[in-house]
């Protein structure tokens, strides 16, 4: 059983015949795990690229692709990774021709492939390019080429304007651009040029994330070890302050807590992760989000090339949350939207009045300055924004 065949299409009666019509997801996910190296803050699930093993890979996530749109239609498209454009020119074409073969790619309302520098030619971005993808997302995190070599990114500043120049070149005009803060002895003026930089470019979308110590990662050992120094919360708070100051100045919408965008140009993808609807993930390690049940394909990629060659069961976890649960969760991931979530929504979507099943946490947190919370929304306040897991947890 392939994880996308979760749900239930729907059946409708058509000259005394059942005719089964598409389930209508809002996104679908499809995971390439190969990176060229691996980066020392990273914790996604990502291994080194091997050519037989990205070619086996593809064969699996078709069969898997195939079952998921036999049943459902999709809204937006989302390739990310990994670095899903490590993989050669042959591969990528393959892969964009199997999403057009089962999707149906001219009437998507975004289609967005993350890139990074150092691994897309000129054949892979018209090759893209004339796939129907119309958003790209570059992994850039730095125009400080100190800062990528500690990282251990391949490619240099340089290298990533040049990248981003080519792809506009080439007819992208919708392009967001990933960057990092809070690296070990960051300066806040060396972020502050980041951001500069960056907004000379002109991305219709700019993600900014604070630099994160996930456990199991090479970073956390050489901060363990002292080889590294996190930087202080206080610096880390002052450059989230200016990230959010200076970009809402540069006419970018700050819409969620990491995310910035011209008007418009929101991250319609993600926004369906946010507002915790529908979506289907394809490949090792994929989530998907059916019926208000959750599912994690096998995250080992060897794991998963062979269980899909021999047939057998992809999903190794799946929960159903109970209905309390299912609600804490809906406004949690509804907060990270600086809009937050209206009184009328949360309960039509969660099917509980938002004042009895948190009363005591969001008189708390109106007190302490932490959130807005009137007759019709709750959302975070600026200061919410600066503590947001905090205030998150809350309603756990």
């Not at 593809?58 to 993989?87: C, K, N, W």
């Not at 996190?230 to 919408?253: G, R």
């Amino acid at each position: 059983m392939y994880v996308c065949s979760i749900g239930k299409a729907k059946v409708r009666k058509q000259s005394g015949l059942a005719v089964i019509t598409q389930h209508q997801i809002p996104s679908l996910y499809i995971h390439i795990p190969f990176c060229i190296s691996k980066c020392i803050y990273c914790d996604f699930n990502s291994i080194v690229t091997k050519s037989q093993m990205v070619d086996e890979y593809l064969t699996a996530i078709e069969q898997e692709l195939q079952s998921a749109t036999g049943r459902h239609s999709f809204g937006t498209v989302f390739i990310g990774g990994g670095t899903p454009t490590v993989v050669n020119e042959i591969q990528l074409d393959r892969l964009l021709n199997m999403i057009a073969k089962h999707v149906d790619v001219h009437n998507l309302k975004e289609y967005t492939i993350e890139v990074n520098p150092g691994t897309l030619s000129d054949e892979k971005t018209i090759i893209m390019k004339n796939s129907h993808v119309d958003r790209i997302s570059i992994g850039i995190q730095s125009f400080n080429d100190r800062y990528l070599k500690l990282l251990g990114r391949i490619h240099s500043a340089n290298e990533a304007k040049d990248i981003y120049f080519n792809l506009r070149e080439k007819g992208f005009k919708n392009i967001s651009i990933d960057l990092i803060y809070g690296y070990p002895a960051q300066a806040i003026n060396e972020w502050k040029k980041d951001l500069r930089e960056c907004c000379k470019l002109d991305p219709e979308h700019i993600s900014a994330y604070c630099l994160t110590y996930e456990q199991g990662t090479p970073i956390v050992e050489m901060t363990d070890s002292g080889t590294l120094k996190k930087l202080n919360e206080e610096e880390e708070l002052k450059m989230y302050e200016f990230t959010n100051d200076f970009l809402c100045d540069n006419d970018y919408n700050h819409y969620e807590i990491s995310n910035f965008a011209k008007r418009g140009k929101e991250c319609l993808h993600n926004t369906v992760y946010w507002e915790n609807r529908e979506y289907i993930g394809i490949g090792a390690g994929a989530f998907s989000y059916v019926n208000g049940e959750r599912y994690c394909n096998i995250k080992s990629v060897k794991e998963y090339i062979s269980s899909s060659r021999s047939k057998k069961r992809l999903i190794y976890f799946s929960e159903k949350l109970p209905q309390k649960q299912r609600a804490s969760e809906i406004l949690i991931m509804a907060l990270r939207m600086t809009s937050g979530i209206s009184k009328k929504e949360f309960a039509q979507r969660s099917g509980f009045d938002l004042n009895e099943l948190f009363e005591k946490q969001l008189n708390n947190l109106t007190q302490a300055g932490l959130i807005n919370f009137d007759d019709e929304r709750v959302m975070l306040t600026r200061k919410g924004l600066s503590v947001a897991d905090s205030v998150m947890m809350e309603f756990v």
